[in-house]
């Protein structure tokens, strides 16, 4: 029976990573499509949404013979792709899950379009509905005690050190940073908790993309998109 019940549980998880799989590359194919152009400057995001916005970019550079320039930062982009790992109705962004949102944030900062591309389970009315790991911080390693008691002083809810294991430790990001996840009790005003954040000591940067984020693609398993701005 057990061994049944596995194959069946196995068998659904299956069914519906394919189904996110394929929402992710709608999303991804079609945002490449609508705003890659000849001659433009484009940064590129990280996650596994961004690999099928890479892979079409190489499509379409190789079939029409595109001139791009692709970089992970910059000071001049014309558009930047990047996924997330929730999307509410105003556009605000909760990224990092992977641990790269300073980067990703200076790089959606440095262009004149952020374009976001998700599976549709992101797209949310209200930041998080689905995504229950909350917003990634990334903080001074030294700092990040007070900056736990800070944030769960100011704004509530629990701020949790991001751990590799628990045998290896505290994740460490490309900036030799460490990562808070801040589980929120409720939504709020997005801007004001960002700048909120942002003002505790030892914080470098949120995982919270407010007024960033021009369009979002949501991908659906049927391959359909949803576009939204
Ligand atoms: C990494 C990110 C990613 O863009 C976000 O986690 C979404 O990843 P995926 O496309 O794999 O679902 O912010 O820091």
Redo the contacts with the bound molecule.
């Keep these: 029976l057990f061994q049944r019940l596995f194959i069946f549980v196995k068998n659904i998880s299956v069914k519906d990573m394919s189904g996110i799989d394929a929402g ?1 590359k709608a999303a991804a194919i079609a945002a490449v499509n609508n705003h890659i152009k000849d001659q433009q400057i484009v940064g590129i ?6 690999v099928s916005a890479v892979q079409r970019i190489v499509e379409r550079v190789k079939a029409e013979n595109l001139k791009l320039i692709c970089i992970p930062t910059s000071f001049q982009l014309d558009v930047a792709i ?4 929730e999307v509410d109705s105003n556009l605000v962004c909760i ?7 300073t980067q ?1 944030k200076i790089v959606a900062s440095c262009a004149k379009e952020f374009i976001v591309i ?2 549709e389970r992101k797209d949310v009315a209200a930041l998080g509905t689905t995504w229950k790991k909350g917003v ?1 911080l990334e903080v001074v390693d030294l700092a990040y005690r007070p900056v736990q008691i800070h944030i769960e002083r100011l704004l509530g809810g629990s701020a949790k050190l991001r751990l590799a294991t628990q045998k290896m430790g505290p994740v460490v990001t490309d900036n030799g940073n460490f990562i808070i996840d801040w589980v929120f009790d409720r939504p709020g005003d997005w801007n004001q908790i960002n700048t909120t954040l942002k003002m505790i000591p030892g914080v470098v940067e949120t ?1 919270l993309f407010v007024n960033m984020a021009k369009k979002a693609y949501f991908g659906k398993a049927d391959g359909s998109v949803q576009v939204r701005e």
Aim: charged share 25%; proline share 4%.
């Design positions: 992710k995001g990280s996650g596994t949404t961004v990047d996924g997330a790992d990224k990092g899950g992977g641990g790269c949102l990703e998700a599976d990634p995982g």
